[in-house]
């Protein structure tokens, strides 16, 4: 008899976390490996946040809080979404947890059991299809088109719509193509959802503020009559450099939300206090900070996309949002590395670059869509130039 629960068997290990742990292993070997696999940026939690933490702690703001977050929370919460989104949520409306993750998770597990399916375009951020399975739910992944930017069309969402189906994921803009959807693109795919009633929207909103080319849309500013269906997901992690502070939040109907916030006070109860207080200092400062740090990030993007399109093998667009690039490698499979052996799939390649280049990055297989790798760019500037000639060189050597 096995001591661990059949449940288990329906999760499998981050992929991402498996690239992590090769390069980490290499890393404590000595060598120097340049990681392109991880999704964290390499700037810092802005000083006048870091403060705000700070202060919370030495003025005692160490203590339970309500589930769903504090009323002060609560309310930079609201502001910032009638702010930045035009949306206005009451405060029931409303739900501050440990990350973005926990409320995606929050929002399956308290609406998806066995019979229910999932629609996820792919490519697709890895914790969706796992979240939906280990909620008994089915996974049904709709690939978007590459020569679309990696978007999913109205006529494949319809195709992909059964009686069994409770939600629509959506992520824009994306990890990992960096795929932006428009304000019209998202009206189309909503009108879709207005005609089957009895759908959920959940909108991944959490690179809502890195996008360089056309503007950010959510799908309830987009479609207010359906806003008792949509469920929009954002947090601190990405836009303020917070990943480490774990704080996420989201907006939608009291009812999904009440029922988020009862699996919240069975799981981990509160967010951190002084995290929460940290977050309400950095959704109503100064948000300024934030288009410098974009500016750098394009220079980042643009050096990136160049050197690998100048790369044999390697092709892709230049992607409007977040952090990565998604790389094309079909024209890699079938070629031979020195030592003899042919790159079959994109896991290959991506083999092949860590060992052979000491460069980290993840394989498409992981995000669902092949042959591809994600690249990660934010990095420093040199291990960026750095990375982009070893992998140069490694498929150079390639027959
Ligand atoms: N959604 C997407 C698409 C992400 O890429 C991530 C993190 O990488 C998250 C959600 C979760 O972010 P967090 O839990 O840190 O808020």
Redesign the pocket.
């Known amino acids: 008899r096995s001591l661990l629960a059949p449940r288990m068997g329906q999760l499998r290990e981050s992929p991402t976390a498996v690239v992590a742990d090769l390069v980490r292993a290499m890393t404590a070997k000595g060598e120097h490996v340049i990681n392109f696999g991880e ?1 964290e940026l390499d700037f810092e939690t802005p000083e006048f946040i870091k403060q705000a933490g700070i202060s919370a702690i030495e003025g005692g703001i160490t203590r339970y809080t309500a589930v769903g977050g504090t009323i002060e929370v609560k309310k930079a919460v609201q502001t910032k979404f009638q702010r930045d989104n035009g949306l206005d949520f009451s405060l029931d409306q409303l739900i501050v947890g440990t ?4 409320l ?1 998770f929050n929002a399956i597990l308290a609406t998806v059991s066995a019979g229910d399916e999932v629609i996820i375009p792919a490519p697709y ?1 890895v ?1 969706y299809p796992d979240i939906v399975r280990l909620a008994g739910g089915t996974p049904v992944i709709v690939p978007g088109e590459d020569r679309n930017g990696f978007k999913i069309s109205p006529a494949a969402l319809s195709k992909a719509i059964t009686p069994a189906t409770k939600w629509l994921v959506l ?1 824009s803009p ?2 990992p193509t960096g795929a932006l959807y428009s304000a019209q693109e998202l009206d189309a795919l909503l009108e879709v959802i207005a005609d089957n009633p009895g759908i959920l929207v959940m909108s ?1 909103d ?2 809502e503020h890195i996008v360089y080319e056309g503007a950010f849309a959510t799908p309830a500013a987009v479609r207010p009559d359906l806003a008792d269906r949509i469920l929009t ?1 954002n ?4 836009a303020y450099s917070m ?1 480490g502070w ?3 939040f989201a907006g939608g109907p009291s009812w999904l939300i009440s029922a988020m916030q009862v699996l919240q006070s069975q799981s981990t109860t509160n967010a951190a206090a002084m995290c929460q207080e940290a977050t309400r200092a950095a959704l109503v400062g100064p948000q300024d900070f934030m288009a410098e740090r974009l500016e750098r990030l394009r220079t980042r993007r643009d050096l990136v996309v160049a050197a690998l399109n100048q790369t044999q093998g390697l092709r892709c667009d230049t992607p409007p949002g977040a952090f990565y690039v998604y790389v094309n490698c079909q024209a890699l499979l079938g070629r031979k590395t020195a030592d003899g052996a042919i790159l079959e799939s994109d896991t290959d390649v991506a083999k092949y670059l860590a060992d052979d280049a000491k460069v980290g990055v993840v394989p498409g297989t992981a995000f669902g869509l092949s042959p591809y790798l994600r690249i990660a760019y934010g990095l420093d500037d040199r291990d960026l130039v750095e990375g982009c000639r070893r992998i140069r060189a490694a498929c150079g050597r390639l027959n």
Not at 235 to 238: C, F, L
């Open positions: 999704g990350g973005g993750k926990q995606i951020w914790s992520n994306n990890n991944d959490i690179y997901v947090g601190v992690s990405k990943t774990r704080i996420g």
